[in-house]
């Protein structure tokens, strides 16, 4: 394969990148993977969504609650353990392969899409 692979613009459009806002966490000591449960508000279009983050090294549960981040709203929910993980945070990795999450440099509404 080619890298970075190419794509049209009607392909990218298929994903559906929204911004929200960290409502809750919680420790998710039932996952297999160090990970923590993250109920985000993304606004009255699409509404409170669940997610299972494995985001441990640089997070914990107190410090998200409010943090603004991305994520992909449009995959279909994927059951882990115990827990309906219905949202795909976004992140990257830091110079040792863990998770850093994608937010906003200044706070917008709760919903928006990346374009």
Same mark, same amino acid.
């Given at each position: %394969?080619?890298? /970075? %692979?190419? @794509?049209?613009? #009607?392909?990218?459009?298929?994903? #559906?990148?929204?911004?929200?806002?960290?409502?809750? $966490?919680? &420790?998710? *000591?039932?996952?297999? +993977? /160090?990970?923590?449960?993250?109920?985000? #508000?993304?606004?009255?279009? @699409?509404?409170?969504?669940?997610?299972? $983050?494995?985001?441990?090294?640089?997070?914990? *549960? +107190?410090?998200?609650?409010? +943090?603004?981040?991305?994520?992909? !709203?449009?995959?279909? &929910?994927?059951?882990?353990?115990?827990? %309906?993980?219905? !949202?795909?945070?976004?992140?990257? /990795? #830091? $110079?040792?392969?863990? !998770? !850093?999450?994608?937010? /906003?440099?200044?706070?917008? *509404?709760?919903?928006?899409? %990346?374009?």
């Amino acid at each position: %394969m080619k890298y /970075p %692979m190419t @794509i049209t613009f #009607d392909d990218f459009l298929k994903v #559906d990148i929204r911004v929200g806002t960290i409502l809750r $966490a919680e &420790p998710f *000591p039932e996952a297999r +993977k /160090p990970a923590i449960k993250l109920y985000i #508000d993304f606004g009255s279009d @699409i509404g409170e969504k669940k997610s299972s $983050a494995q985001i441990t090294t640089h997070y914990t *549960p +107190k410090s998200l609650i409010g +943090k603004q981040v991305m994520a992909v !709203v449009n995959f279909p &929910p994927r059951q882990i353990g115990s827990f %309906m993980s219905e !949202v795909l945070c976004l992140g990257f /990795p #830091d $110079a040792n392969g863990e !998770v !850093v999450l994608s937010s /906003p440099t200044i706070s917008i *509404p709760n919903g928006g899409r %990346m374009f």
